[in-house]
């Protein structure tokens, strides 16, 4: 089955929330959020989302936060084709730069990324975070 990728809107949510188990139309409403998501017909497969950041310099970036593809939608070249839009939209924004955290143990995930052009700049970087208000 043929599937496409486009821009989210509040009414996409309830497609998200079928298919993904969670999409809260709200999130659409703040400043900078954005999403893509796959369709094969009506079915969502493929989320993506992420947000526009402004610099204290001016400049903006794009935080590209997540990236999910239904198991069996796998490998059909999906996941880059959201990566691909998610970084025209923030082109398109004035973006000087998109960025994106996953570890090395993620091969999958590294070869999307690469395939959709990026690259990993500094293969010595940690994440680090730290939970609040006691959420999971």
């Known amino acids: 089955m043929a599937w496409t990728v486009r821009r989210l809107f509040p009414a996409d949510a309830a497609a998200f929330e079928k298919d993904f188990g969670f999409f809260e139309a709200a999130f659409l409403s703040h400043p900078g959020a954005v999403a893509f998501g796959a369709f094969a017909g009506e079915t969502a497969v493929g ?50 730069k998109v960025f994106l955290l996953t570890e090395e143990s993620n091969p999958a995930a590294c070869r999307v990324y690469e395939k959709a052009g990026l690259s990993a700049k500094h293969p010595d970087d940690r994440l680090y975070e730290r939970r609040l208000n006691g959420k999971k």
């Open 47 to 96: 989320l993506g989302w992420g947000f526009v950041l402004p610099r204290p310099d001016g400049e903006r970036m794009f935080f590209l936060y997540s990236l999910d593809v239904l198991s069996a939608w796998r490998n059909r070249g999906i996941g880059t084709a959201i990566v691909k839009e998610l970084c025209g939209f923030a082109e398109e924004s004035g973006c000087r």
